[in-house]
């Protein structure tokens, strides 16, 4: 067979495979398989969705949303965070249903959550806020209990 034919012949396989796959797969696996793809087609880089519509409704929204951390995760990995959260965090349930050592669900867990940027919802307030609970614990204005809720707190 000459090159063209080929790619043609190559275009019609990866067509029926799609249509089957399509046909075969239930809505909810056929949006997680439709993420994956996106997932392959990004290589990882940074996207922003610009329009979402929602299932069934006659609802669309527009303008830049930036997709959560984890949709950043190769397929794979996103499939070991779910399994991971299903076994509610058990490395020895991952070790069995992936059939890997506990060294290797730890390096992979690593490897995953140091990809991933974690927003501390109360960090601790500034040096010089700090400073300031201090001095007026140092000068009597405050209890030491007041002292540590108002750090706590992010009080100056």
Known sequence: MTGPTLKKLDSLINFLKFEIKEMD????????????????????????????????????????????????????DQIFVA????????????????????????ARLNRIAASLDFIDEAPPPPASDRSRVLARLERGEISAEEAIAALERGER
Do not use: C, N
Request: aromatic share 8%; proline share 7%.
């Open 83 to 106: 399994a991971f959260l299903r076994s509610h965090g058990s490395i020895k349930e991952m070790e069995q249903l992936f059939g890997v050592s506990y060294p290797t669900v730890k």
């Open 25 to 76: 797969l239930d809505p909810m696996t056929r949006a997680t398989t439709d993420w994956q793809d996106l997932t392959r087609l990004t290589g990882g880089e940074p996207f922003v969705v610009e329009r979402v519509r929602l299932t069934g409704k006659d609802i669309a929204i527009e303008g830049a949303f930036a997709p959560p951390q984890l949709a950043a995760l190769t397929g794979e």
